[in-house]
């Protein structure tokens, strides 16, 4: 069974600068897409990034491009979201999801079907 659990998160000031971390088991996650989330407060879960693992391959929305980067380390099994430049609007509760690769970008929540629990980002302005 594929599971995730993230950590890393925390507050932060504008500006500044966090590491999340996805820690991946159960699986073989050469085959797979690992994606990251966010959800704020009374708002839908929205896409970040997804890395296709086997070539390492990422893409990024608009709101983050730029200023985020995903990353693995295959010996870890370790997922990294290097988030720079942070704003307040980026506050939220972020996740990341697994689900078996495809040619596509996993851009949606319900292409993946494997999630860790969250973990909370602030962004004090």
């Known amino acids: 069974q594929v599971q995730l659990v993230e950590s890393g998160g925390g507050l932060v000031q504008a500006g500044g600068s966090l590491r999340l971390s996805c820690a991946a088991s159960?699986?073989?996650?050469?085959?797979?897409?690992i994606g990251w989330f966010r959800q704020a407060p009374g708002k839908e879960r929205q896409f970040v990034g997804t890395?296709?693992?086997?070539?390492?391959?990422?893409y990024y929305a608009g709101s983050v491009k730029g200023r985020f980067t995903i990353s693995r380390d295959n010996a870890e099994n370790m997922v990294y979201l290097q988030m720079n430049s942070l704003k307040p609007e980026d506050t939220a509760v972020y996740y990341c999801?697994?689900?078996?690769?495809?040619?596509?970008?996993?851009?949606?929540?319900?292409?993946?079907?494997?999630w860790g629990q969250g973990t909370q980002v602030t962004v004090s302005s």
């Open positions: 999801a697994a689900r078996s690769s495809t040619l596509a970008w996993g851009l949606s929540t319900t292409s993946y079907a494997y």
């Open positions: 159960g699986g073989s996650f050469s085959t797979y897409d």
């Open positions: 890395l296709k693992w086997s070539r390492g391959s990422t």
